[in-house]
């Protein structure tokens, strides 16, 4: 298994450009989602994933597109870049066990990204 | 509303001495919580969790912490630092509801000392 991988590792925006941020997990959990991770914040959740076809908000969505057409896929979507979106960004996945709790959920190595 | 508070976000230790990190929560539900260890460059990985049962959790590279429910705090020790401990540790409790998210605190950079 390789777990959940992302790519690209670093990419570097100007303001103004779009560009996706692809996660991938090979271990058919249904939950998917992504975090962004800022200096002295912890993480915090943008958009979640329950299943193929089933996307919805977290915390901090604006300026963040996700669509989830396969179990396997789940990428993140910048529409027009900010300053503010310079983070680094991680996926995870799990596999939901009741209405209100999942298994463990595993992170991918993440993406470092600057926006100029 | 749920919410971690990790206290120090620096913790320096020599290398052999006890490790701890502490924790404390808010929730308004029996919560689940976690605590994940972050090396450089490298995404998160699960150290160890509760979910329900025995109060105190062993994890891996010899991690433990204990759910203490009358302290609302899950502190995170080991009884010894290992220079390849050095990392940042986040502390999480799971929202228990159906976004399944995972609440984290603000991080604890641990630097051990030769």
């Known amino acids: 298994n390789a777990g959940v991988t992302q790519t690209p590792k670093f990419q570097v925006l100007k303001t103004g450009q779009s560009m996706t941020l692809q996660c991938a997990q090979d271990?058919?959990?249904?939950?998917m989602s992504w975090y962004r991770q800022d200096p002295g914040m912890g993480l915090r959740l943008i958009h979640y994933s329950v299943g193929a076809g089933i996307t919805d908000q977290g915390e901090v969505p604006n300026g963040y597109n996700v669509s989830r057409s396969t179990t396997e896929d789940f990428p993140l979507r910048l529409l027009s870049a900010a300053p503010s979106q310079t983070s680094v960004y991680f996926c995870a996945s799990a596999r939901i066990m009741t209405a209100t709790s999942t298994d463990t959920q595993y992170f991918g190595p993440g993406t470092r990204l600057t926006v100029l | 509303a749920q919410s971690v508070t990790q206290l120090g976000s620096h913790v320096s230790v020599s290398e052999g001495a006890l490790v701890l990190l502490r924790c404390n929560y808010s929730s308004s539900v029996p919560p689940y919580l976690f605590w994940y260890v972050q090396y450089p460059n490298q995404g998160l990985q699960l150290l160890l969790k509760y979910t329900t049962g025995a109060t105190l959790v062993k994890g891996i590279n010899g991690f433990e912490a204990e759910f203490k429910k009358s302290e609302t705090s899950f502190h995170l020790t080991k009884p010894s630092a290992h220079m390849s401990d050095a990392a940042e540790y986040f502390c999480?409790?799971?929202?228990?509801?159906?976004?399944?998210?995972?609440?984290f605190g603000s991080g604890t950079r641990l630097l051990v000392r030769p």
């Open positions: 999480a409790v799971s929202k228990m509801d159906s976004s399944y998210k995972l609440i």
């Open positions: 271990m058919n959990h249904e939950y």
